[in-house]
């Protein structure tokens, strides 16, 4: 079993920055990939971005060019610097760790998720 600890969230002012982290721990040998998805009151859940254990990057394009992945393969642990946040971007951030490429991120673990909250 896996368990993703998340951190970083909170409220901040249209145009500021927060930086989320997530930790892997647990039944661990490697981690394939791990990223961040965000779920809005009544919408969706959707991906941010994701980063694989080579440092592959796969981003939203409302975010590509803007923020920057990145992982810590000793620590198990994937952060994500967010700038420039406007209310839009208010949702729960999600953490999720794919063991393997064979499994699908829909399927992998879960992190509790953290809020991001961003007022107009």
């Known amino acids: 079993q896996v368990q993703l600890v998340e951190s970083g969230g909170g409220l901040v002012q249209p145009g500021g920055s927060l930086r989320l982290s997530c930790a892997a721990s647990?039944?661990?040998?490697?981690?394939?990939?791990m990223g961040w998805y965000r779920q809005a009151p009544g919408k969706q859940r959707w991906l941010v971005a994701t980063?694989?254990?080579?440092?592959?990057?796969n981003y939203a394009d409302s975010v590509k060019g803007r923020y920057t992945i990145s992982r810590d393969n000793a620590k198990n642990t994937v952060y994500l610097p967010m700038n420039s946040l406007k209310p839009e971007y208010t949702a729960v951030y999600y953490c999720?760790?794919?063991?393997?490429?064979?499994?699908?991120?829909?399927?992998?673990?879960w992190g509790q998720g953290t809020q991001v909250t961003v007022p107009s």
């Open positions: 647990g039944s661990i040998f490697s981690i394939y990939a």
């Open positions: 999720n760790a794919r063991p393997t490429q064979q499994v699908p991120a829909a399927q992998a673990y």
């Open positions: 980063i694989t254990s080579s440092g592959t990057t």
